[in-house]
């Protein structure tokens, strides 16, 4: 158990630190440098982990990928969303995004590019605060404060000087959210831009949902009314799944 551990703790290691050396590996998952030496042979023979010519620092190999694809592809929301999001992209022209609520963070599952030259950059499988994004505050504005406080802690982190760290200001936040069916946030994640986002019915408690985001110098009072009014219409022709089966 103890090896299964070890093994699963380094793939989540991996995928938000690319290219780890051994010594930081070791020293943050608490592991041995020897028996942390021996499981990432294993695990480099097996293709689950990727080394450098120099076999010093280590990345995610491409059997990660192929898992992580399969999930995707197995998913019924994100297979059941892929209408909604290109027709959310046609009509709106930004970059839009499928993202799932997992503990505290979100974790984006699909996208549409923006057709623009100036878009916002994001990469599948990653994963954010859920407070400091708009698809987080969509899907927590559902939840109870007592919720939201046990699910994130008082902790909150500031990704940009404008995102939320106080908890009762963040149920505010949500709270109005709530109230009128979207969530909104500006540069509380990326400093230059804005994101709106809904959540999308489910067979369970609510974890998906769908987001707009663009640059601020393109979001005038126009284009507002218009994000909005489609991610309300996406939300409404949305058929969720009857059970979570992947």
């Given at each position: 158990m103890k090896s299964a551990d070890r093994t699963l703790s380094v793939l989540e290691y991996l995928a938000q630190n690319s290219h780890a050396g051994l010594p930081e590996m070791a020293n943050a998952l608490n592991i041995p440098k020897s028996s942390l030496h021996g499981l990432l042979r294993t695990m480099t023979a097996r293709g689950w982990v990727a080394t450098e010519v120099t076999g010093t620092r280590f990345s995610l190999g491409v059997r990660a990928l192929q898992v992580g694809t399969a999930y995707v592809e197995s998913d019924k929301v994100v297979s059941r969303a892929q209408n909604?999001?290109?027709?959310?992209?046609?009509?709106?022209?930004?970059?839009?995004?499928?993202?799932?609520?997992d503990g505290s963070d979100v974790v984006y599952l699909d996208k549409r590019e923006s057709q623009h030259q100036l878009r916002m950059h994001s990469?599948?499988?990653?994963?954010?605060?859920?407070?400091?994004?708009?698809?987080?505050?969509?899907?927590?504005?559902?939840?109870?404060?007592?919720?939201?406080?046990?699910?994130l802690g008082e902790n909150l982190v500031a990704l940009t000087q404008h995102t939320i760290t106080d908890m009762d200001r963040l149920l505010e936040d949500l709270a109005l959210t709530h109230e009128r069916g979207y969530s909104f946030e500006r540069e509380e994640n990326t400093i230059g831009t804005a994101c709106f986002a809904i959540a999308l019915p489910g067979p369970g408690p609510i974890v998906d949902a769908v987001s707009v985001a663009l640059p601020l110098v393109r979001l005038d009072k126009e284009l507002e009314e218009k994000v909005i009014s489609s991610l309300q219409t996406a939300r409404q022709s949305y058929s969720p799944p009857s059970t979570w089966g992947r």
């Open positions: 909604i999001l290109d027709w959310l992209s046609d009509e709106l022209h930004e970059t839009v995004h499928l993202g799932r609520l990469a599948l499988g990653k994963r954010l605060p859920a407070h400091a994004v708009s698809l987080g505050k969509a899907v927590l504005a559902e939840y109870s404060p007592g919720d939201v406080r046990a699910r």
